[in-house]
């Protein structure tokens, strides 16, 4: 049974500093999600990750995926205010019938 | 047309009340899905509709009623709901249900 886990689930952090959110899944999975989402609004897309070793970047973010370890980092570069949210990673596989598995949610706060 | 769309996007009923949510893709996506998320929770899989056919119930009670009328709308009924489904639904809608999917902007359901 696939399992998703996030760590930390709560992160408070000054602007310009660095920081990595973790993923770990549970079994195989070759495709991992990361979705950002604002306080009272919907889920965005950031990364779909596809293959072991996929790096993505879209800004001061960075994702990537370790099949072997069953681990996917988001790693935030130089924060700024406006990327306080609450990520959620989420996988899939044939054995959770391809439905979502998501994590807990890092609820990311960013201070001037 | 790169966007998923719901509405309303504000609900407010009473425990008696018989109302539906509507949701709406043009992106050709032929797997659509109604999800409920509570505060400071990962969104819940309610129903997964795979080609206009219903492939995944994940146990909701039957005052929850979904519909696909085609393609691109999905509904979901709802019935004599209860305080506790107060919450906010997701739609979602993916190319397949092993791909990414792309949410719509929820619904605020308030149940009185």
């Known amino acids: 049974e696939l399992k998703v886990e996030q760590n930390p689930l709560f992160l408070s952090m000054q602007e310009g500093k660095n920081y990595t959110i973790y993923c770990n899944y549970s079994?195989?999975?070759?495709?991992l999600y990361w979705y950002r989402q604002d306080p009272g609004k919907s889920l965005e897309s950031l990364f779909v990750?596809?293959?072991n070793g996929a790096v993505k970047q879209e800004g001061r973010l960075m994702a990537s995926l370790d099949t072997k370890a069953r681990l996917s980092t988001l790693h935030i570069t130089a924060a700024v205010h406006d990327l306080s949210a609450t990520y959620f990673c989420?996988?899939?596989?044939?054995?959770?019938?391809?439905?979502?598995?998501w994590g807990a949610g890092t609820k990311l706060i960013i201070k001037p | 047309d790169t966007e998923v769309t719901q509405t309303p996007k504000h609900l407010v009923m009473g425990m008696t009340n018989k109302k539906s949510l509507k949701c709406e893709q043009h992106?050709?996506?032929?797997?659509m899905y109604w999800y409920k998320q509570k505060a400071k929770k990962p969104p819940e899989l309610m129903f997964v509709?795979?080609?206009?056919?219903?492939?995944i119930n994940e146990s909701v009670p039957s005052r929850f009623s979904p519909e696909c009328p085609n393609s691109s709308l999905l509904n979901l009924h709802l019935h004599a709901l209860q305080p506790e489904d107060s919450a906010l639904y997701l739609c979602?809608?993916?190319?397949?249900?092993?791909?990414?999917?792309?949410f719509g902007p929820g619904t605020r359901l308030t149940v009185l």
């Open positions: 979602a809608s993916s190319q397949g249900v092993y791909n990414e999917q792309f």
């Open positions: 992106m050709g996506h032929r797997a």
């Open positions: 509709y795979s080609y206009e056919k219903l492939s």
């Open positions: 079994t195989t999975s070759d495709r």
């Open positions: 990750l596809l293959s």
């Open positions: 989420a996988s899939i596989a044939p054995d959770s019938n391809y439905q979502l598995i």
